[in-house]
């Protein structure tokens, strides 16, 4: 057991990928088994990944979750901005703008309306909750487009760890609402064919979620949802840090 431990310690970052790749599998297999997968695997392992994180803090008594017990410390690596950023621009250089032309000006005027009202929505709930200064309230917006702009907005303003918790948390909340909302609400709002899943992704931009929700509604309509939802995500990172920031900042 020592040997074990010497090795899975020495191997962090290794390590780490073996512990989020057990994690996700038990996530879709819950995902499966238990809601028939109403609820996305992608969404399980998140909150899994938060409970994992909340737990390792209050046994090791530090701040940074898994990554101060010593044989999760690669997961402090993978974790990190270095390897997030990466996969943000692995993920844009994979889109194909050809693509979203196809959309057209709905698609596209989908995406930043998508971006903007979520972040509006975000600002208010964190200005409600008694935050008032621009990079918090910023950071909770961005999370509440996607648990991907949170983090990376958060970053690049020089958020504390928990308000930018708080950004993911509030991502999480939105992708697993549109995962089971989609299919009860998809008759009401036409959500029937190739151009308004694109809309609709655009709209609603939470990729995982998305994704999830047009499964569950017609599978056919799941590549039209997530390619705009893609997007989305890209367009966030772009313009929450930035121009969003600076109307906040002007405003307050």
Same mark, same amino acid.
């Given at each position: 057991?020592?040997? %074990? ?7 962090? %970052? ?7 790749? &057990? &994690?996700? @599998? /038990? ?22 990944? %938060?409970? =994992?994180?909340? #737990? ?9 979750? =898994?990554?101060?017990?010593? %044989?999760?410390?690669?997961?402090? $690596? ?7 950023? #990466?996969?943000? !621009?692995?993920?844009? /250089? ?5 693509? =979203? ?9 989908? !995406? !930043? ?42 970053? @690049? ?5 928990? &308000?930018?918790?708080?950004? &993911?948390?509030?991502? $999480?909340?939105?992708?697993?609402? !549109? ?6 609400? @998809? ?26 929700? =047009? ?29 969003? #920031? ?7």
């Amino acid at each position: 057991m020592e040997t %074990l431990a010497l090795t899975v310690t020495k191997n962090g %970052l290794i390590s780490a990928f073996l512990l989020v790749g &057990v &994690v996700t @599998a /038990f996530s879709y297999w819950v995902s499966d088994k238990l809601s028939r997968g109403v609820i996305h695997g992608s969404a399980v392992a998140i909150a899994l990944g %938060l409970l =994992l994180a909340y #737990f390792g803090g209050l046994y090791s008594g530090g701040n940074r979750g =898994l990554a101060d017990i010593s %044989l999760f410390s690669g997961v402090a $690596l993978m974790g990190g901005a270095m390897l997030r950023d #990466f996969a943000i !621009v692995a993920t844009a /250089f994979g889109a194909d703008t050809r693509a =979203l032309r196809e959309a057209g000006w709905a698609g596209a005027a989908s !995406v !930043v309306i998508g971006v903007v009202l979520s972040f509006l929505v975000g600002a208010a709930v964190a200005l409600a909750f008694g935050y008032r200064d621009a990079v918090s309230i910023s950071t909770i917006g961005a999370g509440a487009a996607t648990y991907i702009v949170g983090p990376v907005t958060g970053t @690049a303003l020089g958020a504390s760890s928990e &308000v930018i918790a708080l950004s &993911v948390g509030a991502g $999480l909340v939105k992708s697993v609402l !549109v995962m089971i909302g989609t299919p009860l609400v @998809a008759k009401l709002i036409g959500l029937n064919n190739p151009y308004a899943a694109m809309v609709y992704g655009g709209l609603m931009g939470t990729t995982s979620g998305v994704a999830g929700g =047009l499964a569950a509604t017609d599978p056919k309509l799941v590549p039209y949802g997530a390619m705009t939802a893609t997007f989305y995500t890209g367009v966030g990172c772009l313009l929450a840090p930035s121009l969003l #920031f600076y109307l906040v900042r002007a405003v307050l």
